[in-house]
């Protein structure tokens, strides 16, 4: 650590201010009394939504429970524009809330946070940011997010390129001008659904290559009106109630009855039902769909044959359809009008599968069938999930020993919330919870109440130390592991769930699928029972 700036000293040091950061500052500060300092990497709050303002950018989740339900008020006196809204609705949210608490006075912008060392003798927490710049905190929470470090593939030749590329995660505020432009989009995630559709309307041509066939719901996105409106502000309770206690924090159900309870004429009208509502709950149209591979065929096809019936080129509607993977065991994506894109007469798809890219020349994209001559290519590969935000810091608990070194073989937490041999840091949304398998909003509220109640308590009863128990965060790993094997989840084998879509990284089932309303009612046991699991010390460590 550097020596000679001043050092900041405070109780709890955030890091982040996207939804996560923001509402824990406001539970720290304004709740539980502490003074508290928010580091946000970015020029201006957001997270997420301040890094991903590619094209066509779109929340998956429904507005009106992609948002904060701490405050009854807060909810009832924002309106949304639409079913799902982009970036620039949620930031206009986001600066909402944090003026509303006035939360920016204690948030530092441009401010990366680049070193995190747990001081034994002192017990607290010395960070470092990019610019130098010192703190000292007794608690420190990392509200980084899991999908926050790009994910640029190493495809050699990059570097010779001599067009412009971008990755969606990290795009320009200034926009992306594609007129009369070829344009290569690599990845088909939730991301590049997303994308395409939009470039496809403005460049003069586009490229997109698929590594994995993705199946697609549409999103039916569109304005909300005033009654919708007055029934969400209406029905607060309920729907906060329905977010809280749905396996995925999203404010719909999930059927009762399974996919074989009805007939196939039966099973098809419900499918078509689904289809025409569009969005996430094409999911919950029957409650084994993520559970026996035999009900998932069903959707699979469904899903498949509404592709070939969409794209008119047979070869390219193959390739679109030959998915290998179970329906949502991979992150169900929502579009606006992805098949449709290539029907386009400036769209075509290549199939990594068929022709693998060999390297990237001045050129373009070279794959072993052929040259794609290229004037942007834009990286629509996600990203390090998980682990990558945190592990890009240089995190040291006690003896010094390394973040990474802990993770060497995944990530080992207690209920995603702490690391053994961390003390008083905690993960918000971290790897073992339910983070990126729910709402996220919905996940952050519970974990952000959780850590807030556990450091007042702590004060409250002369705790000076928590720390996830190894043998505890053995058992949840464990448990973790059972709960995404209960699932198809894992039979999608190159998915960023496990840690696949990044060489190297070990592979890890990383969330916990065990249901975001099981989870809470743990964790509410957990500190109903004194913080099990958790070993909470006073005294300086070197003492206990
Ligand atoms: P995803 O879901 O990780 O998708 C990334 C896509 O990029 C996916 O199609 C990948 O194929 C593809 N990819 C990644 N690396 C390569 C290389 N080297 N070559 C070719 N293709 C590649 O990220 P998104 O940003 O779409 O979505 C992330 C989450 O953000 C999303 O789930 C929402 O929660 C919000 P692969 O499938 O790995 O073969």
Redesign the pocket.
Known sequence: MHQSNPVTALDALVIGAGFSGLYQLHCLRDRAGLSVKVLEAGGDLGG?WYW?RYPGARC?SESHSYCYFFSKALYQEWEWSERYPGPPEILRYLHHVAERFDLKRDIRFDTRVVAAHYDEDENCWQVRTEAGDRYRATYLVSAVG??SSA?V???PGLESFAGRWYH??EWPHEGVDFRGKRVGQ?????????SAPVIAREAAHLTV????A?YSVPARNAPLDESFRRRVREDYDAIRDAVRSTPNGHPFRIAKRSVFDVDAKERHAIYESAWEKGGLQFRASFRDLVLDRTANDTAAEFIKQKIRAIVRDPRTAAALADIDHPYAA??P?IDTDYFETFNRDNVALVD?RAE??ERITPAGIRTRAREYPLDIIV?????D?MTGPLLRMDIRGRGGRTLAEAWREGPNTYLGLQVPGFPNLFTVTGPGSPS?LTN?PVAIEQHVEWITDCISWMRANGVDRCEAAPEAAERWGAHVNEAANATLLPL?T???YLG??VPGKPRVFMPYAGGLARYRAHCDDVAAKGYEGFVMCSGKPSAS
């Open positions: 997420t991903n998956d899991c999908l994910n593939p190493d495809i969606t995660g690599v990845g088909t995630g939730s991301t590049g659904i997303q290559f698929q590594r994995t993705q991979k992150r994506p990594l693998p890219i990286f629509a590969t996600g990203f999930a990126v996220m999608a190159h998915s960023w696949a879509n």
